[in-house]
């Protein structure tokens, strides 16, 4: 019985690499893992993007930044069709460092002492919210 001196004493998972693109997935967000020319030999790299070109020789994505990177065929390792990305959650009424507005039901669940215990400062008693609403 011959066992392979990589995996033992440990699990091992074995995946399939394959790319899973065609021409039908122009303007699809994708994920691409290649082998990059690097200076000491190939790394590998993932690109993710919106899948601009792909034919028989290469794929063209263009990345978030607006750069198009053109990966040849024969260095695709994996490639595939990934959902489109989570829109950005943004706080509503809330400038850089402050907290948006709480509705007094939500007061509970926030730490005690708010921003100010964030930034390092604790409220004094006199400070410290009752009912909800600040004093002082």
Not at 83 to 97: L, T
Not at 112 to 135: C, F, M, N, Y
Request: net charge positive; hydrophobic share 35%; charged share 30%.
């Amino acid at each position: 019985m011959s066992r392979d001196p990589l995996s033992a004493g440990r699990a091992t998972a074995r995946y399939r690499m394959e790319v899973r693109l065609s021409a039908v997935d122009v303007g699809s967000r994708v994920v691409i893992r290649w082998r990059r020319p690097a200076e000491d030999g190939d790394e590998i790299a993932d690109v993710l993007g919106v899948l601009a070109a792909a034919d028989a020789a290469s794929f063209t994505v263009r990345k978030a930044s607006g750069e198009l990177v053109t990966i040849p065929s024969d260095r695709a390792l994996a490639g595939k069709t990934v959902p489109a990305a989570p829109p950005r959650r943004q706080r509503a009424g809330s400038s850089a460092g402050e907290s948006p507005p709480v509705s007094q039901g939500e007061e509970a669940s926030r730490p005690a002492g708010g921003d100010e215990a964030r930034k390092g400062r604790s409220r004094t008693a006199a400070e410290q919210p009752r009912d909800g609403v600040p004093v002082g």
